[in-house]
């Protein structure tokens, strides 16, 4: 690829995270105050709280990893930088699957309409458990983070099945933990929040279209506003369901290792990386009241700055 074209990939990259970075502040900011004013918050804001925090920390150090490791790969590749980015990168990144999946699933539970007893009993005992659903991800996403630094340690020091590695060069032992450690591992920690999710958003959607047919079908006008905001919600929900399929099908590529730093698509690769960590924020502030409230008079502000 041209040196334009990848100057020009690294800056969407860059506005591309800085967005997200924006709005998932402006989440933890509005949540936040809401928290000091009232002294709680719902088990709704605890999710979108915990998101936004963990997606914010998540484009900082991916921003900061991609471009140390772009401008510096043999520093980053041999040194402690790789284990040290890995530990933040990897926790912070299974955290926000787990939040993502619970904010799905506790969306299934206030609005799906279905009356199987299982269901209804989730529905009752979910939000009383997301405090502790929570603490459980962020334990879960540190085991992850240690299984993968000690992957990222092994590779770096070679002693992991030194037998094996005693023939190897460098390059040859990251591909070899990347297939037979890595990819596994990343298969297996992400699919199981992403299978939860699924689920959810699937009985979700199939609630949603059954209410949206049966609205049509019934004497209400297409403009019911009941209509009109349940169709709304699937949209949303669809395009977030793409988004996550997206992100979690690139970890699963890049543990691969087809995109390195020497790649040509390498930057274009890491858009598509942060796609659901920098769109979906905005599509939680414009579907959300509270925070429309608060996001249009600073639109309307920053409109005038940019304008004077």
């Known amino acids: 690829m041209q040196p334009a074209f990848t100057a020009l990939f690294m800056l969407l ?20 105050r809401e ?9 709704s804001d605890m999710i979108l709280i915990s998101l936004g925090a963990s997606r914010f920390c998540l484009q900082w150090v ?3 990893h991609n471009f140390y490791s772009f401008f510096h790969p043999e520093e980053f590749s041999k040194g402690p930088a790789r284990e040290l980015f890995g530990l933040h990168w990897d926790f ?3 955290a926000n699957f787990w939040f993502g ?15 199987h007893p299982t269901f209804l009993w989730l529905k009752w005992r979910f939000p009383r458990s997301v405090p502790w659903l929570l603490l459980g991800s962020l334990l879960i996403s540190t085991v992850v983070a240690l299984l993968f630094f000690w992957g990222n340690y ?21 591909i070899s933990m990347e297939i037979h450690y890595f990819l596994p591992l990343k298969f ?3 699919s199981i929040p992403c299978s939860v999710f699924l689920v959810s958003t699937a009985l979700l959607i ?22 009109q905001a349940h169709t709304r919600a699937l949209k949303s929900l669809i395009f977030f369901l793409i988004l996550y399929i997206l992100s979690f099908m690139s970890l699963i590529i890049d543990a691969v290792g087809f995109f390195s730093t020497e790649n040509d698509w390498f930057w274009p690769w890491q858009i598509v990386t942060y796609l659901c960590t920098s769109i979906h924020p905005f599509i939680l502030i414009l579907s959300n009241l509270r925070f429309r409230e608060v996001f249009r008079p600073l639109l309307l502000l920053a409109r005038g700055f940019w304008l004077v």
């Open 206 to 227: 199939h609630s949603l279209r059954r209410h949206t047919r049966t609205m049509r079908q019934s004497a209400h006008s297409l403009q019911d506003a009941s209509t």
């Open 13 to 32: 990259f860059v506005l591309l995270c800085l967005l997200g970075i924006l709005a998932n502040g402006f989440i933890v900011l509005v949540l936040s």
């Open 101 to 115: 999946t619970w904010l799905s699933v506790l969306f299934c539970m206030k609005i799906a309409n279905l009356t």
């Open 188 to 190: 297996v920690t992400f």
């Open 62 to 64: 991916g921003m900061v």
């Open 154 to 174: 092994s590779v770096n020091q070679g002693f992991f099945i030194r037998e094996v590695y005693e023939n190897m060069t460098y390059m040859e032992r990251v």
């Open 35 to 43: 928290w000091r004013r009232l002294g709680r918050l719902l088990p």
């Open 92 to 94: 912070l990144n299974s």
